[in-house]
T-cell receptor, first 113, second 116 residues
Framework: DTGVSQNPRHKITKRGQNVTFRCDPI?????LYWYRQTLGQGPEFLTY????????KSRLLSDRFSAERPKGSFSTLEIQRTEQGDSAMYLC???????????FGNGTRLTVT | KQEVTQIPAALSVPEGENLVLNCSFT??????LQWFRQDPGKGLTSLLL?????REQTSGRLNASLDKSSGRSTLYIAASQPGDSATYLC???????????????FGRGTQLTVWP
């Protein structure tokens, strides 16, 4: 169990640029979640995958955001035309069939200047 | 929509003190409640999960209680140590029909500092 891995750890980008983050879940975990955490707030749910199927998206996931999990293993989260309000920590978590046993990665911190 | 509130927002105590962190939620019909720890710049680590049918859950120096009827949970930390310094968050899963149970509603957390 090597844990959930997220890359990059930090990303600084200029407003209007596109960014992509990667999440590698624990190998036997078929469920994968993305959360966003802004400074001083708790994490907020963005989206959920079971294997390669994206089964749920929150209203926070605007049309500038897209997430994929093409082979049911790693996942990517892309933000197009970044805005300063997108600055946050993006957290990935994975679980087995027990949805309450979430294992979180260390996150990708995005700063939009 | 479930609202989760945590007080205090920050707490600073000397080593050795026993302390209590508070969490409240607006919809008492919860499946369970979890307490997480978050170190600066890091992800979350689950500390304790209390099922809705339970009143307490213990792990080492940590004890979490749950009072569904009043919409409250407390995390008690005994004999605090500098290594306990972190942000502690509580979370409850959604009850929205068709939503994944891994969709958690988090409080803002309590930032704890334990000084030697």
């Amino acid at each position: 169990d090597t844990g959930v891995s997220q890359n990059p750890r930090h990303k600084i980008t200029k407003r209007g640029q596109n960014v992509t983050f990667r999440c590698d879940p624990i190998s036997e975990h078929n469920r994968l979640y993305w959360y966003r955490q802004t400074l001083g707030q708790g994490p907020e749910f963005l989206t959920y995958f079971q294997n390669e199927a994206q089964l749920e998206k929150s209203r926070l996931l605007s049309d500038r955001f897209s997430a994929e999990r093409p082979k049911g293993s790693f996942s990517t989260l892309e933000i197009q035309r970044t805005e300063q309000g997108d600055s946050a920590m993006y957290l990935c978590a994975s679980s087995t069939r027990d949805p309450y046993s979430l294992h979180f990665g260390n996150g990708t911190r995005l700063t939009v200047t | 929509k479930q609202e989760v509130t945590q007080i205090p927002a920050a707490l600073s105590v000397p080593e050795g003190e026993n302390l209590v962190l508070n969490c409240s939620f607006t919809d008492s019909a919860i499946y369970n409640l979890q307490w997480f720890r978050q170190d600066p710049g890091k992800g979350l680590t689950s500390l304790l999960l209390i099922q809705s049918s339970q009143r307490e859950q213990t792990s080492g120096r940590l004890n979490a209680s749950l009072d569904k009827s009043s919409g409250r949970s407390t995390l008690y930390i005994a004999a605090s140590q500098p290594g306990d310094s972190a942000t502690y968050l509580c979370a409850v899963p959604t009850r929205e029909l068709g939503s994944t149970l891994g969709r958690l509603y988090f409080g803002r957390g309590t930032q704890l500092t334990v000084w030697p």
